[in-house]
T-cell receptor, first 111, second 113 residues
Framework: GIQVEQSPPDLILQEGANSTLRCNFS?????LQWFHQNPWGQLINLFY???GTKQNGRLSATTVATERYSLLYISSSQTTDSGVYFC?????????????FGTGTSLTVIP | ETGVTQSPTHLIKTRGQQVTLRCSSQ?????VSWYQQALGQGPQFIFQ???????GRGNFPPRFSGLQFPNYSSELNVNALELDDSALYLC????????????FGPGTRLTVL
């Protein structure tokens, strides 16, 4: 099956720092989403980005579909950015509507 | 526009029992997917329902089953509970097709003793 790898697995930042999270996937996809999971388990949509670049406030994301990776940028980090960030991919041939998640990046922002 | 809701929030069962989890999809969405998230891992796809029929299944045994109702809400049923079934169960709603954004509910945390 498809492999979805995220790096780094853990990240500790000082408030105000910038960071880049990476997601590599092993097959062609037509759906890629980034999520933030808060401490209560809620998965919050950040971006739907199967290709190209999007920005939303301090967050931006880029997916290079031909090279099978996506990047999530967090600028001027805040303590509320803490949590686990997941990328998930779907629309892979012969897998129907399965959505595959990476193992996540756990981010801790300290004041 | 209402979001995805799930019930109950928490549940404790003993090994061998059966459990039913419920999910109401976001308005305008006709597809519901269920995921299992064990502690420290990413969510794993269980199955998806579209128009009351199963529309894809992950690597889970038949004791995991589901239903979707005409209003697109859904149930996840797990029979003969095992200790390893302890997890956060998430449901997501979307439009049909793999290119649609999935929106997740808050989850049900199941503990099997």
């Amino acid at each position: 099956g498809i492999q979805v790898e995220q790096s780094p697995p853990d990240l500790i930042l000082q408030e105000g720092a910038n960071s880049t999270l990476r997601c590599n996937f092993s097959d062609s996809v037509n759906n890629l989403q980034w999520f933030h999971q808060n401490p209560w388990g809620q998965l919050i949509n950040l971006f739907y980005i199967p290709s190209g670049t999007k920005q939303n406030g301090r967050l931006s994301a880029t997916t290079v579909a031909t090279e099978r990776y996506s990047l999530l940028y967090i600028s001027s980090s805040q303590t509320t950015d803490s949590g686990v960030y997941f990328c998930a991919v779907g629309g892979i041939r012969n897998t129907g509507n399965q959505f595959y998640f990476g193992t996540g990046t756990s981010l801790t922002v300290i004041p | 526009e209402t979001g995805v809701t799930q019930s109950p929030t928490h549940l404790i069962k003993t090994r061998g029992q059966q459990v039913t989890l419920r999910c109401s999809s976001q308005s305008g969405h006709n597809t519901v997917s269920w995921y299992q998230q064990a502690l420290g891992q990413g969510p794993q796809f269980i199955f998806q329902y579209y128009r009351e029929e199963e529309n894809g299944r992950g690597n889970f045994p038949p004791r995991f089953s589901g239903l979707q109702f005409p209003n697109y809400s859904s149930e996840l049923n797990v029979n003969a509970l095992e200790l390893d079934d302890s997890a956060l169960y998430l449901c997501a709603s979307s439009g049909r097709g793999s290119k649609n954004t999935q929106y997740f509910g808050p989850g049900t945390r199941l503990t099997v003793l």
